[in-house]
């Protein structure tokens, strides 16, 4: 044996397993990474917890779990949608994989000015995307975005003399996307859609603004999602969704909650046209 030979270790990932039994996702979880967005030609730095994850044939016995990481390592440029396609792309490339899903989930900013002061404040969104490759199958990409709104109950307004219970609300859009989207147009469908948006920072012309205009704008937690269905639905880009609002409520120990969904396109109806290869 000489000194190279010495330094061969075996691969026991690529020995065949004899079980024979496929795994349709096996790959690292909760993997917390710095990354950078590029979002309208500025760069946006961020936080991602990741999970990547591979089918694996029922002939080979191990994925190489190194390689995910590798494949992060090596993502120099700013992440674009395209960009987060191609990562997904290479990761079933450089796992020899024919299907395999990267999901990011990152806190996202956006700079808001208050309605009547005008005063500039950022509000925090929880976004994920999810590119996902089905066996032998075409890339597919998610968004979900949960925004916090206002909703007020039309029924208080309506039996009170005066005043309305309203309380803090979670909208969850979970879109499948066809082509790029920007994360402010799906956060835009749930708040245009609520009974008022929220902002960071109020002044108090600002707060007389928000209390009158959610008045002026009941909902029920029904309402919200029935609203924001409407508003996906005029847009040919989102083929699927899942939509879900929970209300805090403020006069129950307990949320109101409601989920609309819109399932995935028959035969013959209009489908991503998409391929595994990005268009950079």
Request: proline share 7%.
């Amino acid at each position: 044996m000489n000194a190279r030979d010495e330094f061969v270790l075996p691969d026991i990932q690529s020995q065949p397993d004899a079980r024979q039994i496929g795994i349709a996702a096996v790959g690292v979880k909760r993997v917390r990474y710095p990354v950078t967005l590029l979002v309208d030609g500025r760069l946006v730095p961020t936080v991602a917890t990741l999970s990547m994850t591979v089918g694996l044939s029922a002939a080979a016995k191990g994925t190489h779990m190194s390689r995910f990481l590798e494949i992060l390592e090596r993502q120099a440029e700013p992440l674009t949608q395209p960009r987060f396609q191609a990562m997904t792309i290479d990761m079933l490339d450089r796992l020899n994989a024919h299907s395999g899903t990267v999901e990011m989930r990152f806190p996202y900013f956006v700079r808001k000015a208050a309605p009547i002061s005008g005063v500039p404040s950022y509000v925090d969104y929880d976004v994920r995307w999810r590119g996902t490759v089905a066996p032998d199958g075409p890339y597919s990409f998610w968004m979900q975005v949960i925004v916090p709104a206002t909703s007020l109950c039309p029924c208080s307004k309506q039996i009170s003399d005066y005043g309305a219970h309203n309380q803090r609300s979670h909208i969850v859009i979970d879109a499948h996307v066809e082509g790029e989207m920007r994360i402010e147009e799906l956060i835009a469908s749930a708040e245009r859609n609520a009974s008022c948006e929220v902002y960071g920072l109020l002044k108090r012309p600002d707060e007389k603004y928000v209390t009158e205009h959610a008045y002026d704008n009941p909902k029920f937690v029904e309402d919200l999602v029935r609203d924001v269905a409407i508003a996906l639905n005029q847009d040919r880009r989102i083929l699927t969704y899942t939509i879900e609002a929970e209300n805090f409520e403020s006069i129950h120990n307990h949320s109101a909650f409601a989920r609309v969904v819109r399932p995935s396109p028959g035969p013959g109806a209009h489908t991503f046209r998409g391929s595994r290869s990005p268009s950079m």
